[in-house]
Structure formats: C-alpha cells, structure tokens
C-alpha cells in the first residue's frame, strides 16, 4: 500500500505518526502545515488526510479532534517509512556493560538483559529462556481452582518457572503438601533430568512411602514437567509497571493486566517464540497483528537468537504502547539478541 502513496501523502503521513509517536496526541491540519518542510495549506493538508483516512490509515478520535494513526497505519509506517538507525558506540559499551559479569550463568545473562532492555526503553521486556536443568531450590504444589494445581519451581539461579496441571477434584489438601515435602526431600540440589528416573524408579517399585493419591499426584507432576520433551523453557518478564504507568484509562489497565497473566501461560511463551521465528531479524507486532496483544492496546518488538548450532533457542523483545519510539528500541532489541547469542554460543568469551 505504501507504493500507492505519492510524495505528499507520504510526508504528511510520516508526520502524523511520528507527531503521534512523540506526544501520543491527534495532529490537526493547521499544526501539520506548520511542521511539514514544503509550503501546504492547511486545506490541502486536510483533502490529504481525508485520503489516508479513508484507505484506513488514519483515524479521528473525536469529530472536532485531529487525526491519529491507526494499527495499519502504524505497520505500514514501521514496515515502510521508518528510518531505523545503528546504536552509538556509547550505547552499545553501555548495554553491554550493563550485560556483563554474567558469563557462568545463563540465567543471569538473561535476568540482566530483560533488566537493561526495559531501563532503556521505559517499557516492559521480555525474554523467553532456553531450557536448562539447572539445580534446583524450590518445588511447591499450589491448589489453584477446582481440579487445577499450580507446581512452582525455582532455580538456585532464581529462574521461577510455573506449570499449570489438573487433579482430581476431591483431592485433599494433605496431598499437595505431601507431594510438595516428597520431592523437594530428593529434587533440591539436583537437576529435573538428573532426578527424574531415581524419582520414578522408586514409584514403580513402591519404595516411596506415599498414599496412591499423592503417589499419581507426584508423578503427574514430574510428566508436566518434562513432557515438553526440552524443546520449551521459561518466560522472564520485567519491567511492567513502565506500561501500567504510561496507561491513562482504568480499561487500558485492565487490559494491560490481562496481557501480563496471558503471559505467564506456557503456550503464550511458545507463541512469542513462533512470531520471532517467522523470519530472520527483528519483527514487530502491533496491537491487532496477533491475538496475544489484540485487546491490550500494546506492541511487541521481539528478535529470537540461536546457539552454537545455528539453531534458535529463545527470544528477546519489548512491550510497550503502540506509540513506542520503534527507531531507538528496534537497534537496541537486535544488539541485545546479538549479545546474549554470542554469549550462548561462547559463554566464555566476553
């Protein structure tokens, strides 16, 4: 469509989103006129924005207001108009120094990068992390809803990974509590692969001393848990309250937090993964371009980064309101993949 646009229409077009970008308020006519480098009336100005609005570009907010972009419009400017820039050599020795002291732990790697991705960017940022098997530190079982359990657990890095797994509706709180003392007594200290076979070499052959409910409870548990065969990870959200503050409206909170708890679901974390796999390089994703950010008024700017093999292991990206600065968070999202891929692929070298 950006090819249907002459010159005029594009310039005024660029200067509508980068006005919205910058203020996050509708741009009338005359305001325009003064802004565009070329001499315009503010009536030409207006016969051009009636166009773009009615290929779907633009929107008026309010009947008297100004115009603002809409989600098309939004993506066609990203896709097509946006200058996108290199990151200073400044800002490349700070993030990477902000990233840095972290090469004996991938999961402090990734804490520090979703930390410094959501400083810089006054957004949320996320991380979708390999899967390891690190030691662990903590297991808990949690009734979550009728036939529902929440199992936690946590690394001696910190990583907290949850799963969601179904239980029969009548079973006691007792055995939750139970399951949870069982395996924290053998898993705490080891990895999940490393215990898993001791763990139901010792079911089968009931040595473990456990009632038949929590026994089935215990072993649900531990196939929620490495049934994902290691192909998935976890998800490393930060930076939220960026986007809870930046939100004017009691809706657009609600909304917001209904994108944080899609978040911590498992699928969704695949999904983020899918979207940067789409093609090489950095892809952005704004408001009703995907299901997960539809009703949340939000953008996603996500690049997925690969081991040693080649292969692509996890992803990292920026969530932030449609308005965000793409040009400065765009270069900053790509350094940051780079970084944590050279890391994965040689942790040992800085």
Known sequence: MINELNDRSRQIFREI?????????????????????????????????????????LFAPHTSAGRLPTEIG??????????????????????KSRCAGTSDSVEGLLEKATATLSGLAQCASLVVAPKTDTPLKHIEFLHLSPGRALVI?????????????????????????????YLSARLVGRGLSEAYDDIMDELEGQRAQLDTLTAK????????????????????????????????????????RGLFNALETKEQMLRILSM??????????IGADNNLFDMSGCSLVVRSYRNSQEQIIGAVGVIGPTRMNYARIIPMVDYTADLIGRAMAAPADD
């Not at 940067?276 to 994703?285: E, L, P, S, T, Y």
């Open 17 to 57: 989103v980068e006005s919205f970008v910058e203020t996050g308020e509708p741009v009338g006519s005359r305001t325009l006129a003064r802004r565009l480098p070329v001499s315009l009336s503010p009536a030409t100005v207006r016969n051009v924005m009636a166009d773009l609005e009615d290929l779907g570009l």
């Open 74 to 95: 939004l993506q066609l400017y990203v896709d097509g108009l946006l200058e996108v820039g290199n990151l200073t050599a400044e800002e490349r020795a700070d993030i």
């Open 153 to 181: 657990l946590v690394t001696e890095q910190g990583v907290v990974e949850n799963r969601i797994m179904e239980i029969p509706t009548d079973l006691p709180a007792s055995a939750l509590v139970q399951a949870t003392n």
């Open 217 to 256: 409870l215990v072993e649900a548990g531990l196939a929620t848990w490495a049934g994902d065969g290691g192909e998935s990870g976890s998800l490393i959200v930060r930076g939220q309250a960026h986007l809870l503050e930046d939100a004017s409206l009691v809706t657009d909170l609600e909304r917001i």
């Open 276 to 285: 940067a796999d789409r093609a090489d390089g950095v892809q952005i994703f």
